[in-house]
């Protein structure tokens, strides 16, 4: 059985939901693309994953900015609005029948090419969106155990070439991470910057605790997660000293806790680093305390709908 930060329960409703492809919607297994997307060829596409509770898509504003920034980066137009968008997101919720305990994965690629090339201009489309929702409950399970980690050999890229907040397609270094760490006997990849420091995992960002004061890495060759985001704004809220900082491999050994962040999951407390265990090993005392100042921070949201 597959253990990470991604492991879900499984849920049967699963098998008959309807995915939305250009604003149609297709049963899961009819939910195809054609083999000329600019995505399925090259990469060339950007995404984002956000949870439904309770009827509220929560933190939309953030990841939809997050989305926006990655379209103006890589120059992609979109040709429809945030509130456009938000209407397609909830109209394959209601077709699904969907409220709460939902993971939505939105997908936008530049379009069909006219012929397989990297070139955008060859593109004789607009862009193709895919928006698949599914139910997906993190396994407490899986959280209560905590994750192992194992540095890959696989550097965090540069801003100048793939600036690592860009949420895109293009996910093989990543891969090839995890690959790593699952073949060392970890659960998932911890990755270093073009320095030396810590940077994030494979897909989730990086957190210690060290006497008290928790550290992450800087946003310079870090993912731009929205959780990693609401986990230093709890900490501040809180009075919990937390630092954006470079930190090496021997601040993390040394560590009494770690845990990792991600949409899915939100707070995932680390074991195993490289085979050597972080404090006591177990899920930490600050890490819970973090994890429930996260979740009421998730409540407050949908309250305030």
């Given at each position: 059985?597959?253990?990470?930060?991604?492991?879900?329960?499984?849920?049967?409703?699963?098998?008959?939901?309807?995915?939305?492809?250009?604003?149609?919607?297709?049963?899961?297994?009819?939910?195809?693309?054609?083999?000329?997307?600019?995505?399925?060829?090259?990469?060339?596409?950007?995404?984002?994953?956000?949870?439904?509770?309770?009827?509220?898509?929560?933190?939309?504003?953030?990841?939809?900015?997050?989305?926006?920034?990655?379209?103006?980066?890589?120059?992609?137009?979109?040709?429809?609005?945030?509130?456009?968008?938000?209407?397609?997101?909830?109209?394959?919720?209601?077709?699904?029948?969907?409220?709460?305990?939902?993971?939505?994965?939105?997908?936008?690629?530049?379009?069909?090419?006219k012929t397989p090339s990297q070139d955008p201009r060859l593109t004789i489309s607009g862009?193709?969106?895919?928006?698949?929702?599914?139910?997906?409950?993190?396994?407490?399970?899986?959280?209560?155990?905590?994750?192992?980690?194992?540095?890959?050999?696989?550097?965090?890229?540069?801003?100048?070439?793939?600036?690592?907040?860009?949420?895109?397609?293009?996910?093989?270094?990543?891969?090839?991470?995890?690959?790593?760490?699952?073949?060392?006997?970890?659960?998932?990849?911890?990755?270093?910057?073009?320095?030396?420091?810590?940077?994030?995992?494979?897909?989730?960002?990086?957190?210690?605790?060290?006497?008290?004061?928790?550290?992450?890495?800087?946003?310079?060759?870090?993912?731009?997660g929205i959780t990693r985001a609401k986990v230093i704004e709890v900490c501040r809220k809180?009075?919990?000293?937390?630092?954006?900082?470079?930190?090496?491999?021997?601040?993390?050994?040394?560590?009494?806790?770690?845990?990792?962040?991600?949409?899915?999951?939100?707070?995932?407390?680390?074991?195993?680093?490289?085979?050597?265990?972080?404090?006591?090993?177990?899920?930490?005392?600050?890490?819970?305390?973090?994890?429930?100042?996260?979740?009421?921070?998730?409540?407050?949201?949908?309250?305030?709908?």
């Amino acid at each position: 059985m597959v253990h990470g930060t991604h492991n879900a329960l499984e849920d049967s409703r699963n098998n008959d939901i309807f995915i939305s492809i250009n604003d149609q919607l297709f049963p899961r297994n009819d939910a195809k693309i054609s083999v000329f997307d600019s995505g399925y060829l090259v990469g060339d596409g950007i995404w984002e994953a956000l949870r439904l509770h309770n009827g509220v898509l929560v933190f939309l504003e953030d990841h939809f900015n997050r989305l926006w920034s990655a379209a103006a980066t890589i120059g992609m137009h979109l040709p429809f609005t945030k509130e456009e968008l938000t209407a397609k997101v909830w109209n394959t919720l209601k077709a699904n029948d969907m409220t709460d305990g939902v993971h939505v994965r939105i997908m936008v690629t530049r379009g069909i090419k006219k012929t397989p090339s990297q070139d955008p201009r060859l593109t004789i489309s607009g862009p193709n969106v895919v928006i698949i929702p599914e139910y997906k409950t993190a396994s407490k399970d899986s959280k209560e155990k905590g994750i192992t980690l194992f540095t890959s050999t696989i550097r965090r890229g540069s801003p100048d070439y793939l600036d690592p907040r860009l949420n895109c397609h293009s996910k093989l270094h990543e891969v090839q991470a995890l690959i790593q760490a699952i073949q060392a006997g970890a659960d998932e990849a911890l990755m270093l910057d073009i320095n030396g420091f810590v940077s994030t995992c494979n897909a989730t960002n990086f957190f210690i605790v060290s006497k008290g004061e928790v550290w992450t890495s800087t946003s310079k060759y870090c993912m731009n997660g929205i959780t990693r985001a609401k986990v230093i704004e709890v900490c501040r809220k809180n009075n919990i000293p937390c630092f954006e900082k470079d930190f090496s491999l021997f601040d993390v050994y040394g560590a009494d806790e770690a845990f990792v962040t991600g949409t899915f999951g939100g707070l995932t407390p680390v074991t195993k680093i490289d085979g050597r265990q972080i404090g006591d090993g177990k899920y930490g005392h600050i890490t819970k305390k973090l994890n429930e100042f996260y979740e009421s921070l998730i409540e407050n949201t949908v309250k305030n709908g």
